[in-house]
């Protein structure tokens, strides 16, 4: 511990030295900046504006190995009880501003803007197939990290582009090829990089008819997903070729199952929800029996696709410990 804060103390020195641009907080609640609303605190947030300041951070941050962690809207995210011992990023300022040229049918959008902002500018100048991120809440830089998407369409159909910080803190741009977009998966969850914008870009579609699919999908989100109650949506992907990953654990039966103050929700059973006053620990118990009842039942071994803030083991090691633990 005394090391850490020695190696922050000594960072933000070496910020003041540089005339950092930043809002930087210590001994930040990260709770309230997540969808699940669990978890400890950050040893330091920093808010970073700009492209210059955020490869200084960077630089400075690699120079002192601190270790750190970039979070966006939070809506995939599972904090640690005990928090986060280092520097959490957030991207704002330039990295919040939207470019749309309606000519092109094309939207140049910075990592930090809302999803919903992308989907409402898409909506209105008729760009087709903006209609499956609808309802899908966090940041365009997480929805791409993520390729989040709905009923089978992802992002990554829209990307044309996307700028990065690479892993030794110098900018580039990849095009769409180069980002390995997959089912919920992208290059980006394999590697360091920061992702700081996109160009997507489309068909001309209606206007109209595109805002009644967007309609209709959030509707359907909202008939058949605990929108209301916080969670991280859905925490396991689909298993390859065969049925949904809520299907076998509703089968295993385990729908409303409750540990603490979290609970495998009544009307989705892939998501398991924060009832109030839940832990990050209650939640990777729901997690590790989910995982463990359907292995056992259907042979089929679930894959997360929660990320983590602030563990000292990767997702797999720690619900491995908890059934061993456990003996579900």
Known sequence: MS???????????KLDELDFHGEISLDTPLAPMTYYKVGGNASVFIEV????DLVSLKNTID???????????GANLL?????????????AGSFSEIIVDEDKIKIRSGSAVPLLSLVREGSRIGMAGIERLAGIPGSVGGAVYMNAGTFGDYIGGLIESIDILTENNTVTTLKNPDCEFTYRTSRFQKTTEIILGCSVKSEKGDPGKINIEI??????RKDTQ???????????RNPDGCRSAGFFIQEAGLKG??????EISGKHANFIVNTGHATAS????LMALARKKVRDLSGINLDPEVRLVGFDKPLEAILDAIEKEEKF
Do not use: H, N, Q, Y
């Open 3 to 13: 090391d850490i804060r020695g190696k922050i103390d000594r960072l933000l020195e």
């Open 49 to 52: 504006g700009g492209t210059v």
């Open 63 to 73: 120079g002192l190995s601190i270790p750190w962690m970039l979070i966006g809207g």
């Open 79 to 91: 904090v640690s009880d005990s928090g986060f011992k280092g520097v959490i990023i957030k991207l």
């Open 215 to 220: 309609e209709r999908r959030i509707a359907r």
């Open 226 to 236: 605990p929108i209301e109650i916080p969670s991280c949506g859905c925490v396991f």
């Open 257 to 262: 199952t409750k540990k603490g103050g979290a």
């Open 282 to 285: 209650d939640i990777l118990f």
